[in-house]
């Protein structure tokens, strides 16, 4: 089995342009429609599987307090690194969080984009940017951040990862049975392990 990582618009990029591929699981819907428009999906696969939640991250040995959103308007924050907030999912959930508060305009200068989520952690894990919005999942494998605000569930815009077998897979049988192994159970106890929120299976 071979896995390949990358910002999902990365990767449905590279679908879309032949590259090969057996299931494609998004960070969002949206990466997911754009792959299947190009009737890429195999047919009866696509499935919402998981959740995640926006954090805002510092430094682990920063004294920045971050009590609401708010926060990040104020001058002792010079820099938010974020996924590229037109393009990359992680990205694009934070700027809809911050759009729903009317706190866009005022941090907009302030965001450095970043290629993915990954790429946001580091920015702050080095001290190159004070804060950083990423998912609680990836915050949760550093030790060189810490959780400075959670965004509440009721502020979030709604974060759906979708996973699908692509209609060009060589494998397509041993891809259902792949599918059908991350809808089990005994997958949703490792994904919730690492922090992510299990969808309800249909």
């Known amino acids: 089995m ?9 990767l449905a990029r590279q679908i879309a342009e032949g590259a090969p591929a057996d299931i494609f699981f998004s960070a969002d819907e949206a990466r997911m429609d754009a ?15 998981l959740s995640n939640s926006l954090v805002v991250v510092v430094a682990s040995d920063s004294a920045l307090i971050i009590k609401s959103s708010h926060d990040l308007t104020n001058a002792r ?10 393009t990359v999912p992680a990205g694009i959930y934070a700027r809809e969080y911050l759009e729903k508060l009317r706190l866009w305009p005022a941090v907009a200068s302030k965001v450095v984009p970043t290629d993915n989520v990954r790429a946001a952690l580091s920015a702050v894990e080095s001290g190159n940017v004070e804060v950083g919005i990423v998912y609680k999942t990836d915050a949760g494998i550093s030790k060189k951040v810490k959780i400075a605000y959670q965004v509440p569930a009721s502020d979030s815009p709604v974060i759906s990862y979708p996973m699908a077998v692509m209609k060009e897979s060589k494998q397509p049988e041993a891809a259902k049975r792949f599918l059908n192994y991350l809808d089990s159970e005994e997958a949703a106890q490792v994904f919730e392990k690492f922090g992510f929120i299990v969808r309800k299976q249909r």
Request: aromatic share 2%; net charge positive; no cysteine.
């Open 77 to 86: 924050v010079q820099r938010i690194a974020l996924a590229d907030p037109k």
């Open 2 to 10: 071979s896995l390949n990582f990358g910002a999902s618009s990365l």
């Open 35 to 49: 792959v299947e428009r190009n009737g890429l999906v195999l047919k009866g696969t696509r499935r919402s599987r």
